[in-house]
């Protein structure tokens, strides 16, 4: 009897991990394996607004999954030698909705700056979409 029931055990337990979903890399976290960062599912821009806020939008369009998409969006500033990173937002979005995240333009002069996204496929492989350049006088 004893030895039935440690059987039995045995056996439910096999078949609960067996029946349970695997967490799903693609709903939350840094991939992107439904949507395509390389298509026209990537939706970019960046724009100035109130002549001193610079906002970058972004997100996943007309894909079929993942609910969520995780990736990193940042404005970018052009300097001397490349770009620099301003207030990167890291996380997971639902498809069909733009992620915004905002630099508050300071200083004189005219800068340069772009929107950037980038994130992981699912095989690990990063990638990086960028939009069109804005010049700013700040």
């Known amino acids: ?24 890399a693609t709903t939350t976290g840094p991939r992107s394996v439904g949507c395509d ?32 998409v995780g990736y990193t969006i940042q404005v970018q ?9 301003k207030v990167p937002r890291k996380g997971s979005w639902p498809r069909n ?13 005219t800068k340069t700056y772009r929107a950037q996204m980038l994130g992981y496929l699912g095989s690990g492989e990063m990638w990086v979409r960028n939009s069109k350049e804005i010049k700013v006088k700040c």
């Open 97 to 109: 909705q733009l992620t915004v995240t905002t630099f508050t333009c300071t200083g004189q002069g």
């Open 37 to 68: 960062p390389n298509s026209q599912q990537v939706r970019l821009n960046v724009y100035q607004r109130e002549n001193k806020f610079i906002d970058a939008e972004g997100g996943f369009f007309d894909c079929d999954m993942p609910d969520k």
């Open 1 to 24: 009897m004893k030895r039935i029931l440690t059987t039995t055990a045995a056996v439910a337990i096999a078949l609960s991990t067996l029946v349970a979903p695997a967490p799903a």
């Open 77 to 85: 500033l052009k300097n001397v030698i490349g770009w620099s990173d």
